[in-house]
């Protein structure tokens, strides 16, 4: 089993930021993938930002140039850093872990997901 714990979330004012982090724990031999999903009220989940084994990175347009995800290797924690937030920001945010176990079977775990709101 892994787990997964997500913090850093919370209210902001638009323009602030936030740093949410994502700690990875358990039967992990590799990973292949870590990355941030987030859904807002009455909408579907959507890819903010994946970040693959090989440092490639992708994000969805609507957070390119403000948000940037990272990872610790040595720690498997995986970082998005959020700035100049925006009310179209509010969401709760689920973090994701693709990788393998000893045996190599494949596991793909989400986060219990945290609350970002960002208003005045």
């Known amino acids: 089993q892994v787990q997964l714990v997500e913090s850093g979330g919370g209210l902001v004012q638009p323009g602030g930021s936030l740093r949410l982090s994502c700690a990875a724990s358990?039967?992990?031999?590799?990973?292949?993938?870590m990355g941030w999903s987030r859904q807002a009220p009455g909408k579907q989940r959507e890819l903010v930002a994946h970040?693959?084994?090989?440092?490639?990175?992708n994000y969805a347009d609507s957070v390119k140039g403000r948000f940037t995800i990272s990872r610790d290797n040595v720690q498997n924690t995986v970082y998005l850093q959020m700035n100049s937030l925006k009310p179209e920001d509010t969401a709760v945010y689920y973090c994701?872990?693709?990788?393998?176990?000893?045996?190599?079977?494949?596991?793909?775990?989400w986060g219990q997901g945290i609350q970002v709101t960002v208003s005045s």
């Open positions: 970040l693959t084994s090989g440092s490639s990175t």
């Open positions: 994701n872990l693709v990788g393998r176990y000893g045996d190599a079977r494949r596991f793909n775990y």
């Open positions: 358990g039967s992990i031999f590799s990973v292949n993938a």
